[in-house]
């Protein structure tokens, strides 16, 4: 049996995907994992890595990507790299571990490459939740995995709607904890005996409305991850009891005397500046510091604009319709501020797709959407004022004022009107339509 023979039979004692390559980029043999998750690969046509997985016709390096084979090379030692392959279920996030090989005399023979696809960032287009191909989004990604094979606490920092939840569910999905519970507790809004008795559970009886004996999120965390969102929310007197859990693992549900213990991975979430919080007296130092173990950045959208176009395409698909976006309403869209992040984002290209009479989503479409937004605060804020003067106005009154008002001001010029309120000619002629005097 010759060494490649030997080898390649050793590649199925990888429980994950895997490839024998030469120093020349060329696969020579890999698993059934492999050909499971990727599918099988013509060997007899000398395949290189950078083909099979990237399309390219030259090394990844040489194509402004990573190369962990060129890497592995220099350092020889084992090398990791994210990328972004092609497969069978389109582009997937591949956590790549690349380790060399070396005959007797110690020369380079050959290179093992391990082929970790991330969670939620890979399998079919229905299962993703997480897109994006921007070097800030790749690095999220990077530490993310990295940190999840630890069992060290981290804390999310980043604007609101940038998907910490859903990055710190592919930590708990990429951990040896992933058999179990991940759960989570949404700090903010919560009471100070609500916080307490979702956390802890309670005894029956142990205040009104407590009827029954409740596990608290503690409990059902247990050897899994406990998520807490937002928990720059939480107040002084909860802070010195998380400080407690988190330091000793053990509680007493509210109501009881009883010591309980349980054993989770810790992630926090936040959109505040917790050390301005703690300068302010409003957060605690210690608990500052137990929390802020691994602190991992989640990029605002305005951070990874590249992925624009992934995004609105995976948000699209995901609604179930066939829409199509025009590059000029992506444009449009690239120079908005988006203070809601992808959470935003989301909700302009619904409402896009309500205004949409076609299956193609303009830049016109996306003015109407985002204006839409500005115009029902804008009401609103003009109802509560003429509220408070008691002139309350319903929110089609005002929409009907604003038109007409439009209408004065420009005659019968629609071009002139539509490109003032951001409206396509067709959809201001449906909203002129509605206008109960019919100002046409």
Not at 161 to 173: A, P
Request: net charge negative; charged share 25%.
């Amino acid at each position: 049996m010759n060494k490649t023979t030997e080898l390649g039979q050793m590649l199925g004692g990888y429980e994950s995907p895997a490839i024998l390559v030469s120093k020349d980029y060329e696969i020579l043999a890999t698993n059934k994992n492999y050909e499971d998750q990727f599918g099988e690969i013509d060997i007899s046509s000398k395949p290189t890595c950078f083909s099979v997985s990237h399309g390219y016709d030259k090394p990844c390096d040489q194509a402004g990507e990573d190369c962990p084979l060129r890497a592995a090379t220099a350092s020889g030692g084992k090398e990791k790299v994210l990328h972004i392959h092609q497969t069978p279920n389109g582009r997937e996030h591949v956590d790549i571990e690349m380790i060399p090989i070396f005959d007797s005399d110690n020369n380079l023979s050959f290179f093992i490459e391990l082929l970790i696809p991330v969670p939620l960032a890979s399998g079919a287009k229905d299962n993703k939740k997480i897109v994006g191909k921007s070097s800030a989004f790749k690095k999220l990604l990077s530490t993310a995995n990295r940190v999840a094979k630890t069992n060290v606490d981290v804390l999310l920092l980043g604007e609101s709607g940038t998907g910490k939840e859903l990055i710190s569910n592919l930590i708990h999905m990429s951990s040896d904890r992933n058999k179990k519970p991940f759960v989570t507790l949404e700090c903010s809004g919560l009471s100070e005996t609500l916080i307490e008795s979702e956390l802890f559970g309670h005894k029956k009886g142990a205040f009104t409305g407590a009827n029954n004996d409740k596990k608290g999120i503690v409990e059902y965390a247990d050897k899994g991850t406990l998520f807490l969102d937002e928990i720059g929310d939480v107040s002084l007197e909860t802070q010195v009891k998380l400080l407690r859990l988190i330091e000793s693992k053990t509680f007493r549900r509210v109501g009881e005397s009883e010591v309980r213990t349980t054993n989770f991975r810790l992630i926090c979430a936040t959109h505040r500046n917790l050390k301005e919080m703690v300068e302010a007296g409003t957060f605690r130092l210690d608990l500052y510091h137990r929390i802020n173990v691994f602190p991992i950045y989640v990029p605002s959208l305005a951070e990874r604009l590249d992925d624009l176009p992934d995004l609105v395409e995976h948000i699209i698909k995901a609604s179930g319709n066939n829409h199509h976006i025009t590059a000029s309403a992506i444009d449009l869209l690239s120079r908005h501020r988006f203070s809601g992040n992808i959470r935003e984002l989301r909700n302009i290209i619904t409402r896009a797709q309500v205004l949409c009479d076609t299956n193609v989503i303009d830049d016109y479409i996306i003015k109407e959407a985002l204006s839409l937004g500005g115009q029902v605060s804008s009401a609103l804020e003009s109802q509560a004022n003429a509220s408070q003067s008691g002139l309350s106005q319903t929110l089609q009154e005002l929409e009907s004022s604003y038109w007409k008002s439009l209408v004065k001001k420009y005659g019968n010029d629609k071009e002139k009107i539509a490109e003032e309120a951001g409206v396509s000619l067709r959809t201001l002629y449906r909203k002129l339509e509605k206008i109960d005097d019919n100002v046409e």
